[in-house]
């Protein structure tokens, strides 16, 4: 007789919301197991720029919105973590700055959205003194420049962590080898494989970004729309490139950066700068070379002191993939979609991971779904996954 595998929650899809939600059931007492099509966090994020928000690119005329009050708590709940102190045990995570900068552009615009964002966030926020401003600007800007709450951690370490913490529980799947069936009611009864073995858990979880809507139509469990906002990030690698952690906002009517740029280490442990913002939102679809031209003139712009002659360039394009919103925005928190046994996750950010698997773990006690009194054999015939390369590598 085929054999039947059971847990507790069967998580679809390793980026950083199946591995924190991984990490947040098990240590809750909850039997889970997390299976992966590809490498760990080969969508979003390994390509994201591993800022934990704070908030204060949430802030339009001054006024926290909803985004932003979601988000402030969260650099917080990540310290603690990261200290070992947390939900989730991030020691050993790499952190690359624990400072950022927020930049007003040489216009009175710039300079008021940004003293009345930190006016917003005022505990979280403090003006610098010239000989306070980071080594890269010291002597070059005049101000005024903020410190703000965000800080940034390198995300394969995380995704590494988080993974190595439930070693025994992360898993490869081949969707030619397996199919989830449904049951009389249209609940998802099984995941089958091609053997006949079969994985039945209490919850089945998505946390696949953009292979969502693939997973769930392949099911025929089309219950959970999203969407799609696309960038072009750039890539710059070159040798003025100390490390730079820092929003350039510019005149433009809410905070959203012109240019938001974090350093990370090449293959060769160079530092390449990762370009996103305004200009990765307006580069989307663009011409890649034009793109190149457009951050080369718009660095130039606003570090004149540096020289960008012999740098080398990249470009990256990927989707934000989110649960859809009525106007196509970004959605202000996390966002949980619920169907009969099934949920379906999206972070929106990859800081709002914690306040997801909050989420979660609500709504399966919600539904009285508790720990499992026994855990049966995890399925050792599969796999182990990698976590994904980043796309700077090989810059
Ligand atoms: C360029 C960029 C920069 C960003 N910068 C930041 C930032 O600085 N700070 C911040 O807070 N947020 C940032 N974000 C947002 C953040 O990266 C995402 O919100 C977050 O990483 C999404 O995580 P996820 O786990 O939902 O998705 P993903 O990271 O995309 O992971 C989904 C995983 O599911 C797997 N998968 C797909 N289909 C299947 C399937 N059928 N079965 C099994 N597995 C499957 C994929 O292989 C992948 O490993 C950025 C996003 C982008 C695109």
Redesign the pocket.
Known sequence: MAEILKTDALI???????LWLLNRLRNAGYSAWL???????????V???????SGLKYINDGTLNRSATTVSDMPCIWRRCLQGQGDVDLQGTRILSDDYYMLPRNSLRARLLSFLGSKALASKTQRLAPNEFPAFFQGNVKGPMYRIDDFVIDVPSLLAMLCNRQQESVFC?D?NEARLERGDNGDISGLVFNDGTCIKAQQYIS?????TE??LRQSGLDVAPMQRRP?Q?VMVRHRHTGPVYVHCVSSSIDLTPELTITTHSNKAGEPVWYL?GRL?EDGAGMNANNLIDRARRTLADLFPWCDFDGAEWGT?E????EAKQPDGRRPEDASLVTHLNLAV????????APALADKVLAHLQAQGIVPSPQTGAAPQFLYRPQV?ATPWENL
């Open positions: 679809f899809g390793g980026g950083v919301a199946g299976l992966e099509s590809g490498s760990l966090g080969q969508g979003q994020s390509a994201s720029q591993g800022i934990i928000h799947i969707w946390c696949c970004g953009g292979g693939s997973l960038l990030q996103g990765a990256l990927i989707d934000r993939a996750c999206w972070p929106t950010k990859l800081t709002l994904a």
